[in-house]
């Protein structure tokens, strides 16, 4: 059963610098995507669990990518007998962009957030055990996720015009796994550091935090620009697209609008032309670009097993309710580029019972299963 949850908006309504998402809100729905198996992909408002604010910020970005992958990839599914050299072309050059915002958001977690949350050190000196043990738990599931994108990124790669079809057929259903264990991990990683964080540090600890990462992002060279358009993009709420641009300079406010409507045409759009070809793709893959409006009550859905339902009991924090921190500017790198950053071959992929050894098989599990 389809299940909605739409907020009236005024005509004309909508954050953004410059008026970038200003188009008019006729109806903002707060719901989630069913991707199979009792996984739904949705969004989290920031101000549910201050503890994660600073996670969800960089998670959200990256579910709003996701969303984009399976509009594509449910595109490609329906029209197998009819896709072109354009269709590969422009799902390479996407999936190239979209490791390349995972890479960044690993990077930063592994340098910066990760030595911050489970750094807690004891009275004698030493690591609390508890603590290195959740840590190592995270980078494993994590490894797990960049082994599993290796391996697509190759066989993506190794896609011609002659053996397109026959790829797609084979890469298709493992994105589709790729997209429920990606989602599964996020959930699984925000409710252990939820754990974590809540009884050990204050909010304020927490809003530096975020400011170092937005920081981070938009410092990050090159695709600095590129990468806070995709925080912005995937925030839950509007009020949410106003908290993140009040990180940025007065400069760089101003250069916004400028920035997005680059990204807007070298990557966002280019989902959108493949997802566009699908008679039958849901209305809200179309409707806007920014995640605050995205997805949206829409008539047919796909085949592919998108299903919008309401994404349950969250209240968005209101305008204001954190104020942000301006942070120095910090950079940080590794995750994805190559195969030798640490990862193993991509022939490994889902051995030794990792999150994807669990999930390759997505009817038979779902979201719920946490990290004890």
């Known amino acids: 059963r389809t ?11 909508g954050g953004g610098v410059g008026g970038v998402g200003g188009v008019a809100v006729q109806a903002r729905v707060e719901m989630g995507v069913e991707l199979g198996g009792g996984v739904t992909l949705e969004f989290m408002p920031l101000g549910s669990r201050w503890a994660v604010d ?34 590969k072309d422009a799902f390479a050059d996407w999936w190239g962009k979209f490791q390349q ?75 589709r796994s790729f997209t429920i264990a990606f989602v599964v991990y996020y959930k699984r990683m925000e409710k252990l550091l939820i754990s974590v964080i809540e009884p050990r540090f204050k909010k304020t600890d927490v809003q530096a935090l975020e400011g170092k990462i937005v920081s981070a992002t938009l410092a990050a060279n090159p695709g600095g620009q590129d990468y806070f358009c995709m925080l912005y993009r995937g925030c839950a709420t509007v009020a949410d697209q106003q908290h993140v641009q009040s990180y940025l300079s007065k400069a760089e406010r101003a250069s916004f609008k400028r920035w997005y409507q680059a990204v807007d045409k070298s990557h966002f759009s280019v989902a959108q032309s493949v997802y566009q070809k699908n008679p039958d793709a849901p209305a809200y893959l179309n409707s806007q670009h920014v995640g605050a409006f995205s997805p949206r ?31 120095g500017a910090l950079n940080a790198s590794g995750g994805l580029h190559s195969p030798r950053s640490g990862l193993k071959s991509p022939r490994d992929a889902g051995k030794g019972g990792g999150l994807f050894g669990s999930l390759m098989s997505p009817r038979k599990k779902n979201a719920e299963g946490g990290l004890k």
């Open 101 to 175: 915002l995972v890479t960044e958001t690993f990077g930063i977690e592994n340098r910066m957030v990760f030595p911050w949350v489970f750094g807690t050190v004891m009275p004698n000196g030493k690591l609390d055990p508890a603590m290195v043990e959740m840590k190592s738990q995270i980078i494993h599931e994590q490894q797990a996720v960049s082994r599993k994108f290796m391996e697509l990124s190759l066989a993506i790669q190794s896609c011609t015009a002659l053996n397109m079809k026959e790829t797609f057929a084979k890469i298709v259903p493992q994105i």
């Open 54 to 87: 600073p996670f969800v910020i960089l998670h959200n970005a990256v579910r709003r990518e996701l969303l984009d992958l399976v509009g594509m990839i449910d595109s490609i599914d329906a029209r197998t007998d009819s896709l072109d050299v354009s269709d």
């Open 3 to 13: 299940e909605r949850c739409a907020e009236k908006g005024r005509e004309g309504e």
């Open 297 to 327: 009550a829409s008539g047919r859905l796909s085949p592919g097993g998108l299903s919008p339902r309401q994404s349950g009991a969250i209240s968005p924090r209101q305008p204001g309710a954190v104020s942000p921190r301006q942070s």
